[in-house]
């Protein structure tokens, strides 16, 4: 835990706060940083070496390169409140602050424009081909577990399988994706089935368009772990579900297979039960319930973790 006197000292330099000022609020490689602060790369490692050892920083492995974020220590211990003071500051006495968030969410777009270019390629092809954690038996304990005819949203609908089989129950299903080409050919298959109460709308699961409280429930099918903040999507849930409404998540339990960032534009390699359950419960969801529902037997065994919570009435 860093302690008060090495915080002050360690954020003396005003390049490593510039670097604190963009990890407090996202997750960034040394690559990322680069071409936001304009700095080399040996400098820049140097920083996060030195926030690291201090206690303020830390990371985490993504395929090839390391996330950087402003380490749960430097966020919750008394230095903590001193970090945060600091940084308030600074985000208004450095001339660089205002320009380097700005190219913060320019990188993270490029991020989120690499997952869409992915899906716009396989679009109309997805479903004839392997899925990891694309699980008919996890699908089913779903299905189980849904409540009479209600208004869902399936958030991350891809080619909107999923949406055809809520739909056969549901009153209305609101179908979100960020690729565009995924919500045509969608349309496309439910006009084949003569299907039509499915709405489809053009979206980032981190910022549904859909209305506070409009759904009954929520759906995230073998997609969460495409969004870039989880958490993220999860609030968003919670947002848009009426009191007493639902989510539930059909994911992959986390695993060490390091392809699936390349070959399904994974941003995570699943969750864990309690990293999941752990989401749910700070976006606000109560009666979180979390259980492996499927294996498969091939190589690398994927397994479907399935996790229900309730919005309080």
Excluded: C
């Excluded at 208004?92 to 270019?117: C, F, G, W």
């Excluded at 997609?223 to 009191?243: D, F, G, K, N, T």
Aim: charged share 25%; no cysteine.
């Amino acid at each position: 835990m860093p302690s008060i006197v090495k915080t002050l000292r360690i954020v003396a330099d005003p390049n490593r706060l510039r670097i604190l000022l963009l990890l407090r609020d996202e997750e960034l490689s040394v690559a990322e940083m680069q071409e936001i602060l304009v700095m080399g790369q040996s400098t820049i490692s140097t920083h996060l070496s030195q926030l690291k050892q201090a206690g303020l920083v830390e990371d985490r492995r993504a395929g090839k390169s390391s996330l950087y974020r402003l380490s749960s220590p430097a966020r919750t211990s008394g230095a903590g409140g001193v970090l945060d003071q600091l940084l308030a500051e600074a985000k208004n006495e450095i001339p660089e602050a205002k320009s380097d968030q700005t190219s913060v969410r320019r990188v993270v777009k490029k991020r989120q424009e690499k997952m869409r270019i992915f899906f716009d390629s396989v679009a109309g092809r997805l479903g004839k081909n392997y899925v990891p954690g694309q699980s008919w038996k996890g699908v089913a304990e779903a299905l189980l577990r849904l409540m009479p005819p209600m208004v869902i949203a399936d958030l991350g609908a891809g080619e909107g399988t999923f949406a055809l089989l809520l739909a056969q129950r549901a009153k209305k299903v609101i179908a979100i994706d960020t690729s565009a080409k995924m919500i045509e050919v969608a349309r496309e298959q439910a006009l084949r089935h003569g299907v039509k109460n499915i709405e489809y709308r053009l979206g980032d699961m981190e910022e549904v368009p859909i209305d506070d409280g409009e759904v009954d429930l929520v759906f995230f099918s073998q997609s969460l772990h495409h969004a870039l903040h989880p958490e993220r999507a999860l609030q968003e849930a919670w947002r848009i579900l009426q009191p007493g409404g639902r989510v539930v998540v059909l994911d992959l339990v986390k695993h060490r297979f390091e392809e699936a960032r390349e070959l399904y534009a994974d941003e995570w390699l699943g969750f864990s039960e309690s990293e999941l359950e752990v989401m749910l419960e700070k976006a606000g969801f109560a009666q979180v319930q979390t259980s492996v529902v499927h294996k498969e037997p091939e190589t690398p065994q994927f397994q479907t973790l399935l996790a229900v919570g309730d919005k309080a009435l």
